[in-house]
């Protein structure tokens, strides 16, 4: 028996929106895709709620393939809080940048920083990075190892 957690927030970065568009001939992508795609079927039910940020959407915004950019922004309109880019966003994603982050994944991180409970991203570097900094408010995870340990 799944227990599953209630009033989940969750970020799920540019590069996890993706996924399930990306080949699916790699098995790791391929399971990815099927955790996210969970995880957007538990947000459309109810259970979890998607947090996005204005960072986000201008990734989707500046996405070359049109389907694809439609399909992401299906996905977004599911989300219940959009964040804003305030100064202290831009500041900490600054901060965050000292750590070796690129400029979009250390805007990623500040802006779920403290307005979701995970943030989700099959981006392995970035993972690393983020969970080496010591004073973040969240937790950075992959969508299926996070997935696996919330149903257990």
């Known amino acids: 028996m799944y227990v599953i957690l209630c009033y989940m927030n969750i970020y799920l970065d540019n590069c996890c929106l993706n996924r399930p568009f990306d080949n699916q001939s790699d098995p790791?992508?391929?399971?990815?895709?099927?955790?996210?795609?969970?995880?957007?079927?538990?947000?459309e039910a109810g259970i979890w709620q998607l947090v996005t940020s204005k960072v986000l959407l201008f990734e989707i915004n500046n996405t070359p393939d049109e389907q694809r950019r439609r399909n992401l922004h299906g996905i977004n309109k599911m989300a219940s809080k959009c964040i804003e880019t305030t100064t202290s966003i831009?500041?900490?994603?600054?901060?965050?940048?000292?750590?070796?982050?690129?400029?979009?994944?250390?805007?990623?991180?500040?802006?779920?920083?403290?307005?979701?409970?995970?943030?989700?991203?099959?981006?392995?570097?970035?993972?690393?990075?983020?969970?080496?900094?010591?004073?973040?408010n969240i937790e950075v995870k992959n969508p299926l190892q996070w997935l696996e340990e919330v149903l257990k």
């Open 90 to 136: 831009r500041n900490r994603a600054k901060y965050f940048e000292i750590f070796g982050l690129q400029a979009f994944d250390a805007a990623h991180l500040a802006c779920a920083e403290n307005n979701a409970n995970v943030l989700l991203t099959v981006d392995n570097r970035f993972r690393k990075r983020a969970n080496t900094i010591e004073d973040i």
């Open 28 to 43: 790791r992508i391929h399971l990815e895709s099927e955790a996210i795609k969970t995880i957007i079927r538990l947000i």
